[in-house]
């Protein structure tokens, strides 16, 4: 008999210190007479399960438990406290097709998709934009590996815009030609846009 009481003691512990380490509101009493733990006994406030409930947040890339939280809102916002959303700017640099532009399901999932448009490509010469000034309709200087020109009236101007296959501009500027799903992007030279010729690619407004 005290053999008996031992073992059900000992059993009583370990449930409980299992359900300690979960960190778990409610709690499983263990019935000696039965062969599983399924009288529960109630938190100590009646409240959903769901606000009772704590979860553990582990980020994707830092193997540190971040806080525990309340609801699947307060679990969005922890994550991104580890994991942020990628930040995309445009900087200058030598404007070029390649796979390592191409847009990922972060470019899907921060931008709207446009669809399909039509890539032309021009230089600050007075041959492709008009004159020498090299200003942009916005006010900018012409810069490669940034401006674009778009319709501004699907485009606003100061737009960051992922075209598939050439990475990250800004709306800076517009031309005559460019209506509809046109883009032309500014580039160093004219023999450059020459080289480059016409493509098609997706279109993604980031903001």
């Not at 299992?18 to 009646?46: F, I, K, M």
């Not at 532009?101 to 921060?110: C, G, H, Q, T, Y």
């Not at 492709?128 to 810069?143: D, E």
Request: glycine share 8%; aromatic share 6%; charged share 20%.
């Amino acid at each position: 008999m005290i053999h008996a009481r031992a073992k059900t003691i000992v059993r009583r512990l370990s449930a409980l210190a299992l359900c300690a380490s979960l960190g778990l509101s409610n709690v499983l009493a263990y019935d000696a007479h039965r062969n599983d733990a399924s009288a529960e006994v109630p938190a100590a406030a009646n409240v959903g399960v769901l606000s009772t409930m704590t979860f553990g947040l582990l980020s994707s890339n830092v193997e540190t438990v971040v806080d525990t939280v309340n609801s699947v809102e307060e679990m969005q916002a922890a994550r991104e406290t580890v994991d942020p959303p990628k930040v995309y700017t445009a900087e200058p640099r030598t404007v070029y097709k390649s796979a390592a532009f191409a847009a990922d399901e972060d470019v899907e999932k921060a931008g709207t998709l446009l669809g399909s448009y039509r890539l032309s490509f021009y230089c600050p010469c007075s041959i492709c934009n008009g004159n020498s000034h090299a200003i942009t309709k916005s006010g900018t200087r012409l810069t490669e590996g940034r401006t674009i020109a778009v319709d501004s009236r699907i485009i606003p101007l100061g737009s960051k815009v992922y075209i598939d296959g050439y990475g990250v501009f800004i709306a800076e500027d517009t031309g005559s030609a460019i209506r509809g799903n046109r883009i032309d992007i500014c580039v160093g030279s004219h023999s450059q846009a020459y080289s480059l010729g016409i493509d098609y690619a997706n279109v993604y407004l980031l903001a």
